[in-house]
């Protein structure tokens, strides 16, 4: 069985969506994020690098990077029928992933975290203000992604669409996203409105985007 490090509000959300939809079997361990517990010696036994999320797989083995869970969970089910079976289409579901771990997750841990990315006393807004200018740009080029849609692939949700949604719903101003980029709103009402990403989603406590409109 896996065991997923998890907390509201956090990547462990794309781990999660990932298992369920897989049909893996998990239990959830709660880190207590808010009280500082993945910064204690006890987790970062499990991450060194003191985040969330962390997953064991069944034999023991340890692994980080919530898009490596994702990656991890398409290829030990392969019949999920939530990964393209087509090798150009895994193409375009890796770039996706990739960009929506390296670039927008990353941008918004630099506006989340800015006191993190400057050693200049009063630099932590213009790194917040430079963070927030920079995702604005990169959800217009995932908005272009999102054509048709609602999903990356149409109307068939793979377990690329939750990680971007999650994304999407750490926005630093979500109501402003959703009315500048439609596509990236109807992604996010067609995952939340997803029955089984839906609860979860709920459960993780990411915001509506009804309720940004
Ligand atoms: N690249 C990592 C980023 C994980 C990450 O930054 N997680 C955040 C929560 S969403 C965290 O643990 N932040 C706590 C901290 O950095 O102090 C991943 O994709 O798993």
Excluded at 51 to 68: C, F, K, N, R, V
């Amino acid at each position: 069985m896996y065991k997923l490090y998890w907390s509201k509000r956090t990547g462990a959300f794309a781990a999660e969506t990932a298992l369920e939809l897989c049909g893996a079997a998990f239990e959830g361990v709660q880190v207590d994020h808010k009280a500082g517990a993945h910064r204690e010696a006890a987790y970062l036994a499990i991450n060194p690098a003191g985040q969330i999320p962390a997953l064991a797989l069944p034999d023991g083995q340890l692994i980080t990077e919530s898009a490596a869970m994702v990656l991890h969970l398409a290829d030990a089910y392969p019949d999920s029928g939530y990964w393209p079976m087509d090798t150009a289409e895994r193409a375009v579901a890796y770039r996706w992933l990739v960009f929506a771990s390296a670039q927008l997750y990353e941008t918004d841990l630099r506006y989340s975290y800015a006191d993190r990315y400057t050693t200049a006393p009063d630099g932590a807004e213009g790194v917040r203000q430079a963070a927030h200018r920079h995702i604005d740009h990169l959800w217009s080029i995932v908005a272009e992604a999102l054509t048709p849609g609602p999903f990356f692939f149409g109307e068939e949700l793979t377990l690329l669409d939750p990680y971007v949604a999650m994304v999407a719903a750490w926005h630093y101003d979500l109501p402003r996203l959703c009315a500048a980029e439609p596509r990236v709103h109807a992604l996010l009402d067609a995952v939340t409105a997803h029955p089984a990403v839906g609860p979860i989603w709920r459960r993780y406590e990411l915001p509506m985007p009804a309720l940004a409109a």
